[in-house]
């Protein structure tokens, strides 16, 4: 077991950092994995673009006898598609690159201070050297082209190294790490505070680009050949017996996993075009990385102590590995796709061509050994006839043999990936012509990436430029397609009317990613334009199916459904729905609600109204369909919606319009009707909704000379058939025949003559008034009378009654506004005149009383009068009577 937990031997010092090493290489190692799922999600989101439109519902229903009436009035349908954003950058992947590449650093530099002489000052070199190209200078920390901090890197990292390198070698590796650390956090400090660019961390690490790519790839290049050790391991470490067994196994597992590699090579470089599924290289470098923290410890002992594993060789590899992962995790973050791809090849065609050597290196050294059943494990960096240098020498020519294949693709690759570094640098810079000029640069190396393509057309997009933007994203297309290249083209299509060309690039879309459910509801959504209602309604349902906000589709079918199905459908459609608390689908169920006159309870969703009270176009299309529905259940939007008109003055009017639902059927009749009233005499596009709105409620009220006079302003049947029934129910039922009669004519209709049948049959409308009466003559109570005054206080009867009611109890000046009120709206009722004249004289307002005495004689039949006279005038004889005495 000591060759597993080879650190259980060290000093405590050294298991402590070798604990704290495996758990920062565990987290580089899970910061690359996260990253690397979906690295395009890293730097693209799918922002959702709602749209509005309205579709007619009744929600104000008269009812005579069988027959109703309604006039329709907007409710408010969202549909939604998925847009990709334009391509921005995680800084949050830059900051936990630096915390994990420096963390590496550290290690990798404690570890060359232990070595030789030779091999510290080589090393340092290489360094210094590689820091170079780095410039450092860009962050202008101590003046712009300054130097200075590139000297200071020097004197900070090599000064210290020296330091534990010449003056102190008895200093443990902790503490050698530990000093590295520190050097690392101060100067990350520097540059934190002192950089006067504007993102610093950043502009480090795309300028420093090189750097970390090299040692990528050097440790990638020595973990290459640790999968051909292990199974050199899992051939020969059983237990004695095989025989001629072990090389068999080792020999054909050997040849099998060269077989993949070389079928990965020929895929990648498009030799076959095999519609194969194989082991993702990702997993072949994590395999050959982790099982080199087990087999470096054997090369680093072959080394006749040049490279001890225990104070060097593990530093170093683990210090590697960070960086490694890191730089992968940094690549991904940034959806850099040339720097992955190169990281494929390095992993592909290092492994292949310095495993295949060093598979030749295995069996000439150690083929008698195999022949005897001896561990060869333990012997495999002691050579008998052919060195591991040349062996690493002959597999690093593969490795460039294989990359002069390609033209030196990957080469070409590196370079665009440090250009598409810089180009996002000065795209967050706001520097969009210098960013422009290293996206092309990089399509210069290699015209076909992704990153480059997708860049270029995030910033035609931010500056306006649609041509160009479909023109890149169609490039992006080319060689790693992308659901958010064709979602971008798509959307630039529609924008520029060219729908079918959308529609075929969805359609493409969807065949290189069918099951990509942000292509299959964009699709559905552009048929559902045409009135495709079948192909809309299956492209929706399946991309339900498979997005992770599967909310949206569900929100699109309701709008589709609600415009295109019948009431028995929707109907059906309601009770199979199932609920989400999405709002925009809460806003399309109760459009759908509206459509089937279903006006149950339904909690309000307090997320339609944000902190800062702006609306988004769900909450709007939710607040006017919930007041819409809930008017006579809820009074509260009433209140509500009048605050947000302040606040959304794009949407005043709407709100305010919807707000009078809640005002007429839950709060104030009164001031509904005024406000709506207001409204009519203003010429504008919705003044026939305002007049057939207002000439509805009226008729509900029973005002019915002033539902004509607003319902005559309407054109079309829905006025026409209002008028109708106002003239009938007012006793002219002449007036009504003619208006039906011609309407008619225009459009033969059945239910034209049953309409007629109902009013010629006297049938009376319903109204919640009757009830009303009789509870308030069974049970007179000031709150009884109150709720008949809020539920109709035009109504001659009820005002008159409850007047009386109120004078009785001495309440003069409440019983003298509901009169004023009712008379603003029913003028020609006399018996409201009567309570009128009687409250004038009870205040002593004797002219008052005059008017409403010859308002009583105009309207009142004489029989009427002459029984209001008699009371009248004994009231009007005391009161004057009073006045000469007090003279």
Do not use: C
């Not at 519902?57 to 409710?75: C, R």
């Amino acid at each position: 077991m000591k060759e597993f937990f080879f650190w259980k031997v060290w000093s405590p010092s050294e298991r402590r950092m070798t604990a704290v090493a495996f758990a920062v290489l565990l987290l580089s190692l899970l910061f690359f994995i996260i990253k690397s799922i979906d690295p395009l999600a890293n730097v693209i989101r799918w922002n959702v673009l709602s749209e509005l439109s309205e579709i007619p519902s009744v929600v104000d229903v008269f009812q005579l006898g069988q027959w109703k009436y309604g006039v329709a009035v907007p409710s408010h349908l969202v549909t939604e598609s998925f847009i990709a954003s334009v391509m921005e950058t995680d800084f949050l992947v830059v900051q936990l690159f630096w915390v994990f590449a420096l963390s590496g650093l550290s290690l990798v530099l404690a570890s060359l201070t232990t070595m030789p002489r030779f091999w510290y000052l080589a090393g340092m070199i290489v360094f210094i050297l590689l820091l170079s190209f780095s410039q450092l200078e860009i962050l202008n920390v101590f003046g712009e082209g300054n130097r200075s901090m590139f000297l200071l890197a020097v004197v900070l990292y090599g000064g210290l190294g020296y330091y534990f390198h010449a003056f102190r070698p008895d200093l443990g590796i902790a503490v050698r790490i530990s000093g590295m650390l520190a050097v690392s956090v101060v100067f990350a400090l520097i540059v934190m505070f002192g950089a006067k660019t504007a993102f610093p961390a950043f502009t480090a690490a795309s300028y420093s680009f090189p750097l970390w790519l090299l040692l990528t790839v050097l440790f990638l290049l020595v973990s290459a050949t640790e999968i051909i050790a292990a199974l050199v391991w899992l051939s020969t470490s059983a237990s004695p017996g095989k025989g001629k067994a072990g090389l068999i196994n080792f020999i054909v597992i050997s040849v099998l996993y060269l077989l993949l590699l070389l079928l990965m090579y020929l895929k990648n470089t498009k030799v076959i075009d095999w519609n194969l599924t194989l082991i993702s290289p990702v997993y072949l470098a994590l395999f050959a990385a982790v099982a080199g923290l087990w087999g470096f410890r054997r090369r680093a002992d072959a080394t006749a102590g040049t490279l001890p594993f225990r104070s060097t060789g593990f530093w170093l590899y683990t210090g590697l590995f960070i960086i490694s992962a890191a730089f992968a995790a940094f690549a991904a973050g940034t959806a850099n796709d040339p720097v992955l791809e190169v990281l494929e090849d390095v992993v592909v065609q290092g492994q292949l061509a310095m495993s295949t050597v060093f598979l030749f290196y295995v069996l000439i050294n150690f083929y008698p050994l195999f022949q005897q059943n001896l561990a060869v494990y333990k012997v495999l960096y002691k050579p008998l006839r052919f060195g591991l240098t040349q062996t690493r020498l002959f597999g690093f020519a593969g490795v460039i043999i294989l990359f002069s294949i390609q033209k030196l693709l990957p080469f070409n690759q590196a370079i665009t990936g440090y250009f598409n570094g810089l180009g996002d640098l000065y795209s967050n810079t706001g520097e969009f012509v210098l960013a422009e000029q290293y996206y092309k640069l990089a399509l210069q190396q290699e015209f076909q990436n992704h990153k480059s393509n997708y860049a270029l057309a995030s910033l035609a997009l931010k500056q306006g430029d649609e041509n160009a933007s479909a023109f890149y994203f169609r490039q992006a297309l080319l060689k790693n397609p992308s659901p958010q290249a064709y979602a971008g083209l798509s959307g630039i299509l529609v924008q520029e009317n060219l729908f079918f060309d959308a529609v075929h690039s969805l359609k493409e879309g969807i065949n290189r990613f069918p099951e990509n459910g942000e292509l299959l509801n964009n699709l559905g959504m552009l048929y559902s334009r045409t009135n495709v209602a079948d192909s809309a309604y299956f492209y929706l349902d399946k991309a339900a199916e498979n997005t992770s906000r599967p909310e949206i589709p569900a929100t699109n079918l309701l709008a589709i459904l609600a415009k295109s199905t019948d009431s028995g459908l929707l109907d059906s459609l309601a009770a199979k729905s199932e609920k989400h608390s999405y709002l925009s689908w809460q806003a399309n169920w109760l459009a759908i609600q509206n459509l089937r006159q279903q006006f149950v309870k339904e909690e309000f969703n307090k997320e339609a109204v944000p902190a800062d009270s702006m609306l988004s176009v769900s909450a709007f299309a939710y607040l006017l369909n919930y007041t819409t529905n809930q008017a006579k259940l809820d009074s509260m939007p009433a209140i509500l919606l009048p605050k947000l008109a302040a606040k959304n003055p794009v949407l005043s009017e709407d709100l305010t319009f919807a707000s009078l639902y809640s005002e007429f059927y839950s709060r104030s009749k009164l001031k509904a009707l005024e406000t709506l009233t207001a409204w009519t005499e203003e010429e504008g596009e919705k003044s026939q909704l305002y007049n057939k709105v207002l000439g509805h409620w009226l008729l509900q009220l029973g005002l019915y000379d002033k539902a004509i006079e607003f319902l005559s302003q309407v054109e079309g049947t829905e006025g026409t058939i209002g008028m109708a029934i106002a003239n009938a129910l007012s006793d002219k039922k002449e007036v009504a025949v003619v208006l039906l009669d011609k309407l008619q004519e225009k459009s033969p209709d059945n239910a034209i003559g049953q309409l007629k049948q109902t009013l010629f049959s006297d049938a009376k409308p319903r109204s919640g008034s009757d009830s009303l009466v009789q509870v308030i003559s069974k049970s007179p109570s000031e709150k009884n009378f109150d709720n008949a005054v809020k539920n109709n206080p035009f109504d001659a009867g009820i005002v008159s009654a409850a007047s009386e009611y109120f004078r009785g109890k001495k309440q003069i000046s409440k019983a003298y506004k509901i009169i004023l009120d009712a008379l603003r709206y029913n003028e020609y009722a006399p018996r409201l005149w009567e309570q009128y004249a009687f409250l004038s004289l009870e205040q002593g307002l004797l002219g008052q009383a005059n008017e409403g005495e010859i308002k009583v004689k105009q309207w009142a039949s004489a029989a009427d009068y002459q029984q209001f006279m008699n009371r009248y005038q004994p009231m009007r004889a005391l009161i004057e009577k009073q006045r000469a005495e007090f003279q």
